[in-house]
């Protein structure tokens, strides 16, 4: 069994074939990148990005709805932003299943049955009267809903060699960024019209949107003659194999350490702007929406710079400025000094270079991995959100009043993050 999982993880991306014209999109066929026309690419891409921004939309778009949840359902604020955590907790155990399913029954029928679970838990949110039936049903939502992060990741993988993989995970961030920017926005609307439970039965609708769209235009990905037919105690032995990966486990940590510093940004968020600036819940999407903005500009900007430059020596580059802004935030927030404007400044830069750290260390962490690249997806996606729902419970478990506990867990991710890196074998 170890002879077997180490063959898989060490085999490359296997060669594209000569393209034939593609006549339909059927669940039991593969497809390559060369495959397709021009217009089945573009769907297949919305598509991806749909699915890639499940996490985004899951989260941001209740956030203006923070402090009405915790009044509604009579519990601390605190409780209410541990539903981010939980949700990202979710997201982590989901993903490591739905990696090796993927590996097994190809990547539409798993992604199927996870957004048919997404849709599922949406209304049960929407229906809840406690904060502890809150948490229990954000978890079944991540459940769900990390079918479609881990699956869109590998089918990237599965069409893609290292360079034009993180130029598609950099054009999918461009999709996947509207969700921090519409998202908030749309939910402090919705605020006004229906109330926070109306903003979960829309992304039930979303995630029922998401569902046809996938069935009617996503095709296979990996054809039958290279599924892994593991049991369990396979599916335990490649990710035992993944782990003793040194090179992929650093890649690994670094990219939960990126998502520690948007988590931990995203849990204080509301506090932020609502409580200490006074920004209204209907205009809180506008200065989220910004630094969303900054994101999007960063990873199509490095989508440019991977036509000159490797992902590796972006990748070095970025982290380092992402370090400096978050400790000069962390001091301009301690200090007062510069103001809100100074903080804001600040708090753009740091947010701004993970549109360069995201679609490069994916890339790098996946490209050894061709058969196996669910499973491997599955692994790193589960380690990300592990990370950075730790980042998030922090700031929800210390939160004190002040924006410290947010800024100092973004600088210590940041930090620790940077050092994987330096450590990272080339």
Wanted: aromatic share 10%; charged share 10%.
């Amino acid at each position: 069994m170890q002879a077997l999982s180490r063959t898989l993880l060490t085999k490359t991306t296997c060669q594209i074939k000569k393209p034939e014209p593609m006549k339909s999109i059927k669940s039991n066929s593969a497809i390559k990148q060369t495959d397709m026309s021009r217009s089945q690419l573009m769907r297949m891409v919305l598509v991806l990005g749909a699915l890639t921004a499940f996490g985004a939309i899951s989260i941001d778009m209740y956030l203006p709805a923070f402090p009405q949840i915790a009044t509604d359902l009579r519990v601390p604020l605190g409780t209410v932003q541990l539903s981010i955590a939980a949700f990202l907790f979710g997201s982590a155990v989901g993903q490591l299943f739905y990696g090796p399913l993927a590996d097994r029954y190809g990547r539409r029928r798993p992604l199927l049955w996870g957004l048919a679970l997404y849709v599922a838990s949406a209304v049960g949110c929407a229906c809840v009267q406690t904060g502890e039936g809150l948490l229990f049903w954000r978890v079944v939502m991540a459940l769900g809903g990390g079918a479609g992060m881990v699956i869109s990741r590998a089918v990237v993988r599965d069409l893609y060699d290292t360079t034009e993989a993180a130029r598609m995970y950099s054009l999918l961030m461009l999709i996947m960024g509207a969700a921090p920017i519409l998202a908030p926005m749309a939910g402090g609307q919705l605020l006004l019209i229906t109330g926070w439970r109306g903003i979960f039965v829309f992304l039930g609708l979303f995630g029922l949107f998401s569902l046809v769209a996938t069935a009617v235009s996503l095709p296979e990905s990996l054809p039958a003659g290279q599924r892994i037919r593991h049991n369990f105690t396979g599916m335990i032995a490649i990710y035992r194999q993944l782990l003793h990966n040194r090179r992929y486990v650093f890649y690994a940590i670094a990219l939960g350490c990126v998502a520690g510093i948007n988590f931990a940004y995203i849990s204080g968020a509301p506090f932020l702007f609502i409580e200490l600036h006074g920004v209204s819940p209907q205009n809180f999407g506008l200065y989220f929406g910004v630094n969303a903005c900054g994101l999007i500009g960063a990873s199509q900007i490095n989508r440019k710079l991977l036509r000159h430059l490797s992902a590796g020596q972006i990748l070095n580059r970025a982290l380092s400025v992402n370090v400096l802004s978050a400790l000069l935030l962390t001091a301009a927030i301690t200090t007062g000094i510069g103001g809100f404007a100074t903080q804001a400044a600040l708090l753009f830069v740091c947010l701004s270079t993970t549109g360069f750290l995201y679609p490069n260390i994916t890339a790098l962490a996946l490209a050894p991995f061709g058969r196996a690249a669910g499973s491997a997806s599955a692994l790193l996606g589960a380690i990300q959100y592990t990370l950075g729902a730790s980042a998030g419970a922090f700031v929800g478990m210390f939160h004190n009043g002040t924006a410290v506990p947010m800024i100092a867990t973004m600088a210590a991710c940041g930090i620790v993050g940077w050092c994987v890196m330096m450590a990272t074998p080339r």
